[in-house]
């Protein structure tokens, strides 16, 4: 197996065979993240590809689950999403789900019927950064698409029966826009429907962009009752039956979990028990990822 750089993936990924299909993020121009930023992004080698998942085969006995890295493995070329898809069906007959990140414009580059065939060879979900739901934030943060399109990006997904997970970061507004963040944010993934909701909160790395703005006084974080009360008015607007919602990453002040929409109370109970000051809040230095 030959991995490139830090290697990312979702939590739910900790136990998966990971093989790079692409190296880096196609994207790579959002100012509040630091993921991929020493890497060129690339397209793999199919032929590449396929060496590293038969050096996998050889390795282990047993692969329940494959995650397809880096970024934006969906901006490959369908016929070498085909020729990786067959090879794991036909090698890897125990894989119960593969997986991969994409990012909007990857997905509404793609045709459809294109989705119907992934899920067919096997892609069991596809991991989205919405972020947030606000164009002005979108913008702001170089994003580089509409909130519409993640919208119909999602729709695309879904109308394959492929599951979708979208994260959403707390905080991304700043103290300007944070009720259009939490509003707008909580809309659309109305809209998008999707099977999972990952909520992070804004974290800053001192070599990023967005933390010049911070320096500069031009973006002003939100402190972690700021964060909460945002996140409260985020849940209120979310109408997502069904869905998994966790906010319970490392960068998280409080931990969340539960379905929407029949576990929206309670977790909005927990928010504003945390709001009053009974509900412990992690420290700084416990925030990471």
């Known amino acids: 197996m030959r991995y490139e750089g830090m ?21 790579n121009r959002c100012i509040f993240c630091s993921m991929f930023k020493e890497k060129r992004f690339r397209i793999r080698k199919v032929e590449e590809v396929l060496e590293d998942l038969q050096d996998a085969r050889n390795k282990y006995r047993y692969v329940e689950k494959i995650f397809l890295a880096d970024g934006d493995a969906l901006i490959c070329k369908m016929t070498d999403l085909e020729a990786i898809l067959h090879f794991i069906k036909d ?10 990140y994409g990012s909007p414009r990857s997905i509404l580059m793609k045709q459809q019927e294109d989705f119907d065939k992934l899920r ?17 934030v979108l913008t702001y943060m ?45 809309l659309v993934l109305s809209q998008m429907k999707p099977d999972y909701i990952g909520l992070l909160t804004l974290m800053i790395e001192e ?13 002003e974080l939100l402190n972690p009752y700021d964060i909460l009360i945002e996140t409260k008015e985020m849940l209120k607007y ?32 927990l928010l504003d028990e945390a709001i009053k000051g009974n509900v412990h809040l992690k ?7």
């Open 7 to 27: 290697i990312y993936r979702p939590p739910s990924e900790a136990y998966s065979l990971i093989v790079q299909v692409t190296i880096g993020c196609s994207q």
């Open 91 to 100: 090698q890897f007959p125990e894989c119960k789900q593969v997986t991969l």
């Open 120 to 136: 067919e060879l096997g892609i069991s979900m596809i991991y989205m950064g919405l972020e947030s739901g606000n164009d002005e």
């Open 142 to 186: 170089k994003k580089g698409v509409t909130s519409q399109e993640m919208i119909e990006a999602a729709q695309k997904v879904k109308q394959a029966k492929i599951r979708l997970s979208v994260t959403a970061i707390s905080g991304l507004g700043g103290r300007r826009l944070w009720k259009e963040h939490a509003k707008d944010t909580g």
């Open 207 to 219: 070599d990023l962009p967005l933390a010049d703005k911070i320096r500069s006084g031009e973006f």
């Open 238 to 269: 979310m109408d997502c039956p069904d869905c998994i919602f966790r906010s319970n990453h490392a960068s998280n002040y409080v931990n969340l979990r539960g379905t929407l929409n029949q576990d929206k109370e309670a977790m909005i109970n």
């Open 283 to 289: 420290s700084e230095w416990m925030r990471g990822f």
